[in-house]
């Protein structure tokens, strides 16, 4: 039987095996990034307030065991990927990739795959773009494969794979502690805006994460805002704009000072918060949200997509609203 999107479904008996799957992933921004002091493993504890927005990837697995007996997964993409396009690497070095050969090794289910990345998260943009890529690789192989694992056993693996990978599963908003990876879902309110403005610049998590070190070699264990998590739950967007805070954001800006001015031009636009997303270079603006009118709304969204369209700071400025749900088969 040949499937709305070209799949085949095979029926045998009462199992249904489908050879192409595709997963949707959405994009995250921290609401509040509390970065506590450098452990021995050399990550740091956080307290990670992940807010998944409405820029999606999608992850498109077939089944290839008829063409390829060897490598375990093929890998192409196309989107938007920046400029210079190749910052996707298209080896086992991918985390999509590595997200299948983990996943293969611990069900002893894997078989080859192709795998295709369509890519309209920022790349390398603190977005947790390849961390997202990376969860949706695991639950469409995992449907591919039929491997049976519980979703507390995918959420395992998707820890073991980095600290974004398992709030890609999960979406929505969630408090992410330890490196990030204990998630606990938080209560919001209504639909929240929100404006990006994109860097043409990439800045490596790990780089971002050295400079804190280095600008603040005493940080304080990190704590939750209890005004931060009020104003998520009651949906009052003007008091979560001033409550959004990022603990790394003054080591992007050391790493590139730039992104000082993109921030004022939003705020000077009308913003009601602003900040850099995770690592960075992807500057948030919150637009709105809550109760507010769609007229006031939409006007303070198209002043601070022309400011910062015209400040000629940024290589594109994209909308999208929180939260949304994590990987969904389509
Ligand atoms: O876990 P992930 O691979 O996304 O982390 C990338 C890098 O970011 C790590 O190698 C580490 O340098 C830094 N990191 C950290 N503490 C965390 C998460 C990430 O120091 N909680």
């Not at 606990?184 to 994460?209: I, Q, Y």
Request: glycine letters at 12%.
């Amino acid at each position: 039987m040949l499937t709305q999107d070209g799949g085949f479904l095979y029926d045998w008996g009462l199992v249904t095996v489908d050879t192409t799957v595709t997963v949707r992933v959405p994009a995250k921004v921290n609401l509040q990034l509390a970065v506590g002091p450098g452990r021995e493993d050399g990550f740091h504890d956080l307290v990670n307030v992940f807010h998944a927005v409405s820029l999606f990837d999608e992850v498109t697995v077939k089944d290839a065991s008829v063409r390829r007996s060897h490598a375990l997964t093929g890998l192409t993409a196309d989107g938007d990927l920046g400029s210079p396009p190749t910052r996707v690497p298209l080896d086992s070095s991918n985390l999509a990739a590595r997200a299948a050969e983990l996943l293969a090794r611990t069900t002893g289910r894997g078989t080859p795959v192709d795998m295709h990345l369509s890519k309209h998260i920022p790349v390398a943009g603190g977005m947790a773009g390849g961390s997202a890529d990376a969860a949706a690789a695991l639950v469409a192989c995992d449907r591919l494969w039929g491997t049976g694992l519980s979703r507390s056993e995918l959420l395992e693996l998707a820890a073991r794979l980095g600290s974004d990978v398992a709030f890609g599963l999960v979406g929505h908003t969630a408090v992410g502690t330890g490196r990030g990876q204990f998630l606990e879902p938080m209560a919001t309110t209504g639909r929240f805006r929100w404006v990006f403005a994109l860097s043409p610049h990439g800045l490596s998590t790990g780089a971002v994460f050295g400079e804190y070190d280095r600008l603040r070699p005493n940080a304080p264990e990190p704590k939750e805002n209890p005004t931060l998590n009020a104003a998520l739950a009651s949906g009052d967007a003007a008091v979560l704009g001033a409550a959004l805070s990022n603990d790394l954001q003054p080591a992007a800006l050391s790493l590139l000072p730039e992104l000082e001015r993109t921030l004022k031009v939003g705020e000077a636009a009308g913003a009601l918060g602003s900040l850099v997303s995770g690592s960075g270079p992807t500057c948030a603006f919150l637009v709105g949200g809550g109760g507010e009118a769609p007229a006031v709304l939409d006007a303070r969204e198209a002043e601070v997509i022309a400011a910062l369209e015209g400040s000629g700071l940024c290589e594109r400025v994209v909308t999208a609203h929180g939260d949304v749900p994590g990987a969904t088969v389509l």
